[in-house]
């Protein structure tokens, strides 16, 4: 079998938006030919490459927590917390589990991720 991961998709109400929010999260540029409809966040070299993420604009918008999410590990934790939340992100839950440590956010259209201490 040759298949291989493209990208990560994220439906969403306003796709420049997430992508803008997500690219200064990851630490990522917005594609060029993002458009209301569809936006891209560029990979890169280093710290900041990784999977292709996607935006596609959707009519519905979001009423339940997600099946998937993305999981962000950072060393500097608390700096992070702080970052994130200034971006727009908004705090949902914290967990600690023996040695693990990690924080459940919401995007700034409601899309569940962790910031894992590492």
């Known amino acids: 079998m040759s298949n291989s ?3 990560v998709t994220l439906d969403c109400s306003d796709a420049p938006a997430l992508a803008r929010f997500w690219a200064a999260v990851l630490g990522r540029e917005v594609a060029e030919n993002a458009t209301a409809e569809h936006a891209a966040l560029v990979t890169g070299d280093g710290a900041a490459s ?3 993420i996607i935006f596609n604009k959707v009519p519905e918008p979001k009423v339940v927590k997600n099946r998937v999410h993305l999981d962000i590990v950072s060393d500097t934790f608390e700096a992070e917390t702080e970052r994130l939340l200034s ?3 908004q ?3 914290e967990v600690e589990a023996g040695q693990s440590r990690w924080t459940t956010f919401a995007d700034v259209e409601g ?4 910031l894992i201490a590492g």
Not at 111 to 114: A, K, P, T, W
Request: proline share 6%; glycine share 12%.
């Open 5 to 7: 991961l493209y990208a």
């Open 50 to 52: 990784g999977p292709r």
């Open 87 to 89: 971006l727009g992100a």
């Open 91 to 93: 705090k949902l839950n």
């Open 111 to 114: 899309n569940e991720f962790d």
